[in-house]
């Protein structure tokens, strides 16, 4: 690693920690040369994943959006933040794992209905309606006899 303040090649690692919750190392170095420390981060490059909408557009893949419509689901709801931020981090693993560039909004649907229906059924039933897009009661009551049955 070159020293950012000498620009010598020669630098040693003097303490290593895991960062943002173990996604992350960082390091403490200093250079032989000047002897000025600086720290380093280390993180693993992921592949950036497009995600397909029913309409055949194409976008980044964005934590944010799914984490958004799970609070609304969950809202006045028995589930914490913290249970939120674990399916997400499931359904992420999940994603990620699959090794493919792109993935369809409805696989990512399915994968949070599938870990929502376990968590909260009210939220199940909120994010189902959205996401199906409940036409009238009649598709709403088929989804609770479902979860019911």
Not at 37 to 48: G, L, S
Not at 104 to 131: C, H, I, P, T, W
């Amino acid at each position: 690693m070159k020293c950012p303040f000498c620009g010598h090649e020669n630098t040693r690692v003097i303490d290593s920690r895991p960062a943002e919750e173990n996604n992350s190392i960082r390091r403490r170095r200093a250079c032989d040369e000047c002897g000025k420390r600086f720290t380093t981060y280390e993180k693993v490059e992921t592949i950036p994943l497009i995600v397909t909408k029913k309409d055949n557009n194409r976008e980044s893949y964005d934590r944010s959006k799914i984490e958004g419509g799970l609070l609304r689901a969950c809202h006045k709801r028995p589930v914490s933040a913290q249970q939120i931020t674990a399916l997400v981090d499931e359904v992420e693993s999940d994603i990620f794992n699959r090794g493919e560039k792109e993935i369809s909004s409805q696989m990512v649907g399915e994968l949070l209905m599938n870990r929502l229906k376990e968590l909260d059924a009210v939220a199940y039933v909120r994010f189902a309606s959205v996401y199906r897009e409940f036409k009238d009661v009649n598709t709403f009551m088929d989804e609770l006899k479902k979860l019911l049955g």
